[in-house]
């Protein structure tokens, strides 16, 4: 429960100043970077567990989600790659 708050606020923190810092998009909102920053945290945790095709899944999801980012104009994809980021290290 702890971990799982930590994760969200620290990657939420993290999104947003990769947003603020990289993001061309004009606004941002929605708390989209402290979800990919969950999405991170339990990437590295299929890893440590070894649990490959429960890895493989959530990763070919969060391609996607920075795939789709990248795409779709006015989506603030640094602040996704800013929260992942951060919940692979917070793990």
């Known amino acids: 429960r702890g971990a799982f708050l930590t994760t969200f606020i620290l990657a939420g923190i993290a999104g947003n100043v990769a947003f603020q810092r990289f993001g061309t998009a004009r606004y941002g909102l929605g708390a989209s970077g402290s979800l990919c920053g969950l999405i991170g945290f339990e990437l590295i945790a299929y890893l440590r567990m070894r649990k490959i095709r429960k890895f493989r ?3 070919r999801s969060a ?4 795939v789709l980012g990248a795409v ?3 989506v ?3 602040a996704h790659a800013g929260g992942m980021a951060a919940g692979m290290l917070v793990a």
Not at 63 to 66: D, K
């Open 57 to 59: 899944t959530l990763l």
């Open 63 to 66: 391609f996607g989600i920075l």
């Open 72 to 74: 779709i104009p006015g």
């Open 76 to 78: 603030g994809n640094s």
